[in-house]
């Protein structure tokens, strides 16, 4: 299946029926009386993440969707059907903005997790409903309201909690595979990775991480070299970035290479350049034994440099995706780091919230977490 990580979408929610103005025309009912119904609910347009789902690649062919709108009242005391609601099921990670002004409408972190996104048009009043001791024979009904219509971009960003980072043919694709369950096409040519790939990395009884491969970076990267920009979007969830070092270049210099990936993310986002990032240099397995500390040393050395132009090196780990040497005990300090830095469970608290009422037809399965189309606030 091809990966999508970006859509844009429009919604259209369906029109409220109108309220009709009907009276009673019965045998042996003398004087009768209103009995025209209310129109019924136009349908909404929700959203609802499903772990099931990894793409948006269904929202790059259909890009439109309009509910149906709700039936007219009758007369006879007859309310007008509400529509069906639409639910766009949507993969965990996804991110839902308002094309128009930018809003952040809902951000899918959780399985289940609901969001309406456009809400159908209430149904309009009948007579009935105006009927009063002063006003026996009301002969107004109102119209149903109009559902919303919304412009929506869709964006993926796969949920982590490390990422990798690096040159292409750095070994990153190696190195997924050697420790988790993913597979992920393996060549000894560039730009192998086109789209992030998944693994869950399992360090023991009850501890696991995942990690995230994403298409290797080169410089230039901001004006549109290689593949660009588009992926880095799925390490800003990440906590760690792990950025991997090819140590033997046939035609490059791994310390010019090491700076260029810095530059490039400091260019895309600050922030993502801020998170904590550890060097780890691959692939010396191909450095005689002898000359592994001497080479590793030079490294660094030369990495962070002096002055203005010093890079901080937080930790620095050597390794040989192909054999897995070294691989374990990178893992096991990744762990250990996840495990400091995640908080503490919080505290179970009985928190209430107002619903506002659901349209007619919509089908509710119940308050609070159970819920996936409880509305949140995102701060």
Not at 112 to 123: K, S, V, Y
Request: overall charge neutral; glycine content about 12%.
């Amino acid at each position: 299946m091809k990966f999508i990580d970006e859509a844009a979408i429009e919604v259209t929610a369906g029109n409220g029926g109108n309220g009709v103005a009907s009276f009673r025309r019965e045998k042996f009912i003398p004087r009768g009386g209103p009995d025209g119904g209310d129109g019924g609910h136009g349908g909404s347009i929700r959203a609802l993440a499903d772990r099931n789902i990894n793409t948006l690649v269904d929202y790059r062919y259909q890009r439109r969707f309009v509910a149906k709108n709700g039936e007219r009242g009758r007369g006879s005391d007859q309310y007008g059907a509400a529509a069906d609601d639409i639910v766009l099921r949507m993969p965990v990670g996804t991110q839902i903005h308002d094309e128009d002004t930018g809003e952040l409408i809902a951000d899918l972190t959780q399985d289940g997790q609901g969001a309406l996104l456009a809400r159908g048009g209430e149904g309009g009043l009948g007579n009935l409903r105006f009927k009063s001791s002063t006003n026996r024979a009301p002969r107004q009904c109102t119209p149903g309201r109009e559902g919303e219509q919304r412009r929506l971009r869709l964006e993926l960003k796969v949920l982590a909690d490390v990422g990798l980072l690096g040159m292409p043919n750095a070994g990153k694709s190696t190195f997924i595979a050697a420790v988790s369950n993913a597979r992920p096409k393996i060549a000894d040519y560039p730009f192998t990775t086109l789209h992030p790939n998944l693994g869950v990395v399992r360090v023991g009884a009850g501890r696991s991480f995942v990690v995230a491969d994403i298409p290797g970076l080169i410089e230039g990267a901001a004006e549109g070299a290689g593949l660009g920009h588009q992926f880095l979007r799925h390490l800003q969830r990440t906590r760690l970035l792990l950025h991997l070092v090819d140590l033997t270049p046939f035609d490059a210099d791994p310390v010019r290479d090491a700076r260029a990936i810095v530059r490039e993310l400091r260019k895309y986002d600050p922030a993502l350049a801020e998170k904590p990032r550890w060097l780890v240099l691959n692939k010396i397995d191909m450095i005689p034994a002898d000359e592994r500390e001497a080479r590793i040393a030079d490294f660094a050395r030369r990495y962070r440099g002096r002055g203005r132009h010093a890079m901080p090196i937080e930790r620095l780990f050597a390794i040989s995706a192909l054999t897995r040497d070294g691989c374990e005990r990178l893992c096991l300090a990744v762990n250990d780091y996840l495990e400091s830095i995640r908080p503490p469970e919080a505290a179970s608290i009985d928190v209430r919230f107002e619903r506002p009422p659901e349209p007619a037809g919509t089908r509710v399965q119940g308050a609070g977490d159970d819920d996936p189309f409880a509305e949140t606030a995102h701060g």
